[in-house]
């Protein structure tokens, strides 16, 4: 402990070995098992399949999913995961790897910005709360846009800051160029809002902080091109090759999805704020204490702490108003308010002071209470009738707990409650004595054990549920390359895994406009076309949900069906 805290109040210390060592203790969290879990779905198997389909069409221009058009999302994600797919093959590892790595440059990235805004202990001390964040890490080793989208916005966003604070021209332009690139490619991550947003954060500080001078210094010509070279050929050449893309890309993709429910994704305007205390656990704690004292300070440190307060506060609110939300959407505030707990936590390292202690002692309250009550759970089986009344998730935790063969058992329940348990007493423990260094150390590693538990815990209980892996496998053990494959819904990691093309059967939905776009007969069916094909003489293989199988079970003249793979949610079932 000494050390560490030794360690972290040097303010000088060179920056390459601080990045090594930060490197070796996040890589081993950000990469370790990457392809032992199989691919969720939807969100998994459909970016991992849109660069598959690129490198066997051999068209890097037009995304398709499941062989038809797919204008949704802009292509750096898709490029990089087809360069990961051609170096290291067909896999898990190299779907996952471009958003692996890019939750582990933004940490790297937050270390450099706070170092540089603050000092070397600062910058460390962000780097391992945003790192140890059980949320951010579990996001970065998902396939999303999002984790690619906050790297692009965090080296934009803190360029910007960068650049008003250097005193040296010739570094203060190359930073507003870094600025522009990274607004680029946060647009060629996820669209318009890599330019909406960073234009947001700006007006409201050049406003609020009164600093509308520093506008006429910013390279707006040059950078304005540096920014359309980077984004305007890709849109050129996809609006050539395909001109229904600007209306849906521009006004469904941007405007009626901002201002309408056509997605089915509406939440409440305060759905964010339990998701981020959720997601930034155990920092979550210190976040409102840390965001007083920014705006408090906000006069003082020339214009950071402001800057780093509105970047959240504007990306919070933008997608609070829309009318679609998902979790992801926030993960690019969490470079700037690690930072800003860092800076907080700094201000008090030396002293004994308890300003937080009621922040604190209430998470480790919390977890303590929560690892008592799981470590009890088998020894309460009046709870399983409760459970299996309160919906499909309370029935399917019933079972886990209470079901004949207990998935959950009273050791595994036990390790899992003692998880939490135990870092909550030591943490009340920790407040006893008002050392920061010993309060942010058992954060740090409360937080990392979190990041390796959930892992484990999702790969061991969800993982193949919410996968199509196991029903593709025994598609690849049992089918003729004359079967056809179907779906009832969308499975996207059916055609990854596969390697085939799926007939719909019904709902289209995210594929509606493709499926509309050429011909595409045969491919999208409505539920009385496909039973036709069903009950002819091809063999024919679904994957349905469970509630739907009886339609498919039953038997008929000339019809053998069996089920050839069920992976809990979804049956794979051929008609012979």
């Not at 300003?355 to 009890?376: D, K, N, P, Q």
């Not at 409760?386 to 595994?412: E, K």
């Amino acid at each position: 402990m000494a050390h560490l805290s030794e360690h972290l109040n040097r303010s000088e210390g060179h920056w390459l070995r601080d990045l090594i060592l930060l490197t070796i203790l996040f890589a081993v969290l950000f990469f370790q098992g990457l392809g032992t879990t199989p691919l969720m779905d939807p969100d998994e198997g459909r970016y991992a399949e849109i660069p598959r389909e690129m490198l066997e069409r051999g068209d890097l221009v037009t995304p398709t999913l499941n062989y038809v058009k797919y204008f949704e999302k802009p292509p750096l994600l898709y490029w990089l995961n087809a360069a990961a797919l051609t170096a290291l093959g067909r896999d898990e590892t190299a779907v996952r790897l471009p958003s692996a790595l890019a939750g582990l440059l933004t940490v790297l990235l937050t270390y450099g910005a706070g170092r540089r805004l603050y000092d070397r202990r600062i910058g460390l001390l962000g780097a391992l709360i945003l790192g140890s964040c059980a949320g951010f890490l579990m996001q970065s080793r998902l396939i999303l846009t999002d984790m690619l989208l906050t790297l692009c916005l965090s080296g934009g966003l803190f360029a910007f800051l960068l650049a008003v604070r250097s005193s040296n021209v010739h570094q203060r332009r190359l930073f507003y160029h870094l600025f522009f690139l990274g607004c680029g490619l946060a647009v060629l991550a996820k669209g318009l809002i890599g330019i909406v947003l960073p234009a947001g954060i700006l007006f409201w500080w050049l406003l609020i902080g009164k600093q509308w001078r520093l506008a006429r210094e910013i390279p707006w010509l040059t950078g304005l091109i540096l920014l359309l070279a980077v984004t305007a050929p890709w849109f050129i050449l996809v609006t050539l090759r395909n001109p229904e893309f600007p209306r849906f890309f521009f006004i469904h993709e941007h405007f009626e999805r901002f201002t309408s429910t056509i997605h089915h994704r509406q939440q409440p305007f305060w759905f964010f704020l339990p998701i981020l205390a959720l997601t930034m656990l155990p920092w979550s704690f210190l976040l409102p204490g840390s965001l007083m004292a920014a705006w408090q300070e906000r006069a003082r440190s020339r214009g950071v702490s402001l800057y780093l307060l509105l970047w959240p506060l504007v990306i919070l609110f933008f997608f609070s108003l829309s009318d679609s939300k998902l979790i992801p959407y926030i993960l690019p505030i969490f470079p700037p308010l690690a930072l800003l707990i860092a800076h907080r936590l700094a201000v008090v390292w030396n002293q004994r002071q308890p300003r937080f202690g009621a922040a604190l002692g209430s998470l480790g309250f919390l977890l303590l209470a929560a690892g008592v009550a799981i470590a009890l759970l088998p020894f309460l089986p009046a709870l399983g009738p409760l459970l299996q009344q309160s919906g499909q998730s309370g029935s399917q935790l019933a079972g886990l707990l209470y079901g004949p063969t207990p998935v959950l058992t009273q050791r595994i329940v036990a390790l899992i409650g003692a998880a939490l348990a135990i870092p909550g007493c030591l943490l009340l423990l920790a407040l006893r004595t008002r050392s920061v260094a010993l309060v942010t150390t058992l954060l740090c590693l409360c937080g990392l054990l979190l990041d390796l538990l959930l892992p484990l815990v999702y790969q061991r209980f969800a993982a193949e549920r919410l996968s199509s892996r196991l029903l593709a496998r025994a598609v690849n053990a049992s089918a003729t390359p004359q079967t056809l494959l179907a779906q009832w819904g969308l499975h996207q990691g059916m055609n990854f895994y596969t390697g085939r093309r799926l007939i719909t059967v019904g709902d289209a939905d995210e594929l509606t406009f493709g499926s509309r776009l050429g011909d595409q007969q045969g491919w999208f069916m409505t539920p009385d076309a496909f039973d036709r094909l069903w009950h002819a003489g091809r063999q024919v293989m679904i994957v349905v949900p469970h509630r739907e199988a009886a339609r498919f079970t039953a038997g008929a003249p000339g019809l053998q069906p069996r089920i050839l793979a069920d992976n809990g949610l979804l049956f794979l079932i051929a008609n012979h």
